[in-house]
């Protein structure tokens, strides 16, 4: 069973708006949570995380929002850049150090 | 840092060959990570290490699927023998100690089975 779940397979959005990228999780015992970047014949590279005790991480273009009662976080990326064209992956961690990884939403920005 | 390394790139073999997937994890990391990503199941943990002992191989599908970390810089992944059902990247990572420490990626073995 998927306990990390990417709903939107992909997204397109205009260069300069804001992209969001949604996650939701069944597990609540999972602390910690993370984004990953993908480009093709690459392998995911980290991007930004939060711990469950915050509700919000930013980092330059990059914000993380955890809404832990909704089991619910998302990625916004503002501005929006033809270079972030990339499979995005959602990750959790509880206890242990392996991730649960989303299956990924694919995010095209067009210029 | 090197990154971590992974050999080969890509792998095609018939069905019933014995595979080995190699991966050096970036110096210092004590973590190691074997995941496979397919279509139908995203991006699944086979196996982890921590300090070359096995931890959680759960993930692995079956018996035909083995991994190794004789020491601190070399792990593999052994399929045998292989079916076009294996056909998918294998990724490895590595993180340090540490439950706030990202996992570090590979670029993959694509293995292709027919």
């Known amino acids: 069973d998927q306990q990390v779940k990417q709903n939107s397979p992909s997204l397109s959005v205009q260069e300069g708006r804001i992209s969001i990228l949604n996650c939701d999780y069944t597990n609540s015992m999972f602390d910690y949570f993370l984004w990953y970047k993908k480009y093709p014949a690459e392998g995911p590279t980290f991007l930004i995380s939060?711990?469950?005790?915050?509700d919000k991480n930013e980092d330059g273009r990059f914000t993380v929002f955890l809404n832990k009662s909704a089991k619910h976080l998302s990625l916004h990326i503002v501005p929006s850049q033809p270079g972030d064209s990339a499979v995005y992956f959602c990750?959790?961690?509880?206890?242990?150090?392996?991730?649960?990884f989303g299956k990924g939403t694919s995010l095209l920005v067009t210029p | 840092d090197a990154g971590v390394i992974q050999s080969p790139r890509h792998e095609v073999t018939e069905m019933g060959q014995e595979v080995t997937l190699r991966c050096k994890p970036i110096?210092?990391?004590?973590?190691l990570f074997w995941y496979r990503q397919t279509m139908m199941r995203g991006l699944e943990l086979l196996i982890y290490f921590n300090n070359n002992v096995p931890i959680d191989d759960s993930g692995m599908p079956e018996d035909r699927f083995s991994a190794k970390m004789p020491n601190a810089s070399f792990s593999t992944l052994k399929i045998q023998p292989s079916e076009p059902r294996d056909s998918a990247v294998y990724f490895c990572?590595?993180?340090?100690?540490?439950?706030?420490?990202?996992?570090?990626f590979g670029n993959g073995t694509r293995l292709t089975v027919t």
């Open positions: 990750a959790a961690r509880n206890s242990g150090y392996a991730l649960n």
């Open positions: 939060i711990s469950s005790i915050k």
């Open positions: 110096s210092g990391h004590d973590y």
């Open positions: 990572a590595s993180s340090r100690t540490g439950g706030r420490s990202p996992l570090h």
